[in-house]
C-alpha cells in the first residue's frame, strides 16, 4: 500500500504540488487524472524520488520514503514505468529486462526467479519475445513502452507507478495497453496510474483522483467519479 | 616503402598509448558528462608508483620480469584509488551545485597539486624505467620492433577489451551502459549512479595508470611526463569522438601514425603539429568526432 499525506513539492521555487494527499491500496488500481500541467507527473517523480518533495509523508507498506533517494526506493519495491518511456536505447531488449531486476541480481532485494519472470512478460507482451536481441532504441514507440512496463514489473514491485503508458500510441495500440493493465489488476498488481485517457483510465480502476493545478479537486470510486457530471464535461468530453 | 611501415609500426604503438588514455576520458564522459582533465597526470602517477614498486622488488632480488608483473595489480589499484579521489574531491561537488564547469576547474587543479607531488617525491628529473623484457628490437622482414611496444599493443587492446566483456556480460556492467544511456532512468532501476560514476573515474584512472606503466619502459618516467600525453590523448578523444570507446582507439592510432610520418618526412620539429591541425579540422567539419554520435541537447 502507498499512503500519500499532504505532499508538497516543485521546481526550485515554483511549487508544484500543493499538499496533495492519495491512498493507493493493496491489490488495488487508482487512476489519477487531469488536464495537461496539472501536476499528475510531478506526483509521480516525486514518489519514486526523482524529484525531492519539500514536505509532506509518503509511506510504502509502511516505511516513509519521502527524500529517499530513487536507487533507494525502487529497492524498497516502488517500481516506476516514466514518462516518455525512457528505455535503455543502446542495450537489447533483454538487458533492459535484466536491468529492471537489477535490485534482485545484485542482493538488495528477494532474487526470487528471474529467468521464470522474464518468460513472464514474454507472454505478457509476445512482441517482445520477438524482439528480445534487438536494441531497445530500435523499436517502435508502441513497443518501447510496453518494454517500460515490463521492465518496471520485473522487480518484482510491491506497487507500479505508470505515467501515460498510452502517449503517442495508435487507438489499437492503447486498448492493448488497457487489456494488460487489466490482466495486471486481476493478478493483483497495485498500481498507481496517471492517463490522459481519463475515460479508459477509470474503466479499468477502483477509485480515481482528479488534478487540477496542483490540487486534488475530487476522488471517489472510479465508477462514481466516471458518473459525475462534473468529472464527465471537465475530462471525459469531447476528445478523450 | 619498409621505412613507411617502419614508421606506422612505430606510430600504431604510440596511438595505443595515446587510445588507452583517451578512452580514460571516454569512460567518465559516457556515465556523468563530465571527465578529469588530470589524465596525464594519473598517468604520470601510476607510472612513478610503478617504478618505485619495481625497484623495490628488484631490490627484494627479484627478476626484472616477475617485478614487472608483480608491479601491474599494485598500480592498477593505486590508479583506481586515485580516480575515486579525483572524482570525490573534484567532481561530485561540481556536480551536487550543478555546476556546469565547477569540474573543469577542479580537476585541473588536482592534476596540477598532483604533479607537484610527484616533484617533490620523485624530484624533477627523468627517470629510466626498468624494462621487463629485453630492449634489443626483434626484426621482422627489415621492420624493427622492441618487444615493450608489442606488450604496449596488446597490453592496450587487452584492457580494453576487459572494460568491454565487462560491460556486456556483468550485470554491473550493464548498470554502467544504463547510466550513460539515461542516468534518471538508471535511477529508477535502482542503480547508485553516483557509485557508477565513481567508478567510471577509477577505472578511468586505472587505464591511464597502466598506460603509464606501458608507456614508461620505452620512453622515461618523470613527474612531467603525464601534461603532453594526457593533453595528445585529450585530442584524440576529440577527433574519435567522446561517445565511442572504439572511435578513441581509432583515434589514437591516426594520431599516432601522422606524428611518426610528419616526424620522419617533415621534421620531428613539426611532428606535434599535425595532430592538431587534425583536431581543428574535425572540430569544424564533425564536431562529435569522427565516430561520435551527435549529442541533442534537449531544452
Sequence with gaps: MLKIDKLVAGYGKVKVLHGISITVPEGKVVALIGSNGAGKTTTLRALSGMLKP?????????????GLTSHEITRMGLAHSPEGRRVFSTLPVMDNLLLGAFPRLTGSRHKGDVDGDINRMFELFPRLKERRTQLAGTLSGGEQQMLAMARALMLNPEVLLLDEPSMGLSPRLVEEIFVIVERLKKVNMTMLLVEQFAAAALEVSDFGYVMENGHIRTSGEAHALKNDPAVQSAYLGGGH | MQILMQLIVSGISVGMIYGVIGFGYQLTFATSKTLNFGQGEALMLGALVGLTTINFLIGQQIGTFWAYVIMLPVVLAFGALQGSVV?????????????????????????????NLAENIWGRDALKFPSPLPEASLSFGGIRIQPMEIVVVVGAIALMLGVEFFNRRSIYGKAVVATSNDRDAAGLMGINTNRIITFSYALSSMSAAFAGVLVAPVTLTGATMGAVLGLKAFAVAIIGGLSSGMGVVIGGLILGITETLTGYYISTGYKDVPGLVLLLIVLSLKPSGLFGKAAIKKV
Design chain 1, 54 to 66: 519539500e514536505s509532506g509523508s509518503i509511506t510504502l507498506g509502511g516505511k516513509d520514503i519521502a
Design chain 2, 87 to 115: 572524482e570525490w574531491l573534484g567532481v561530485r561537488p561540481a556536480m551536487r551545485a550543478k555546476s556546469e564547469a565547477g569540474w573543469i576547474m577542479a580537476t585541473i587543479a588536482l592534476g596540477i597539486i598532483f604533479k
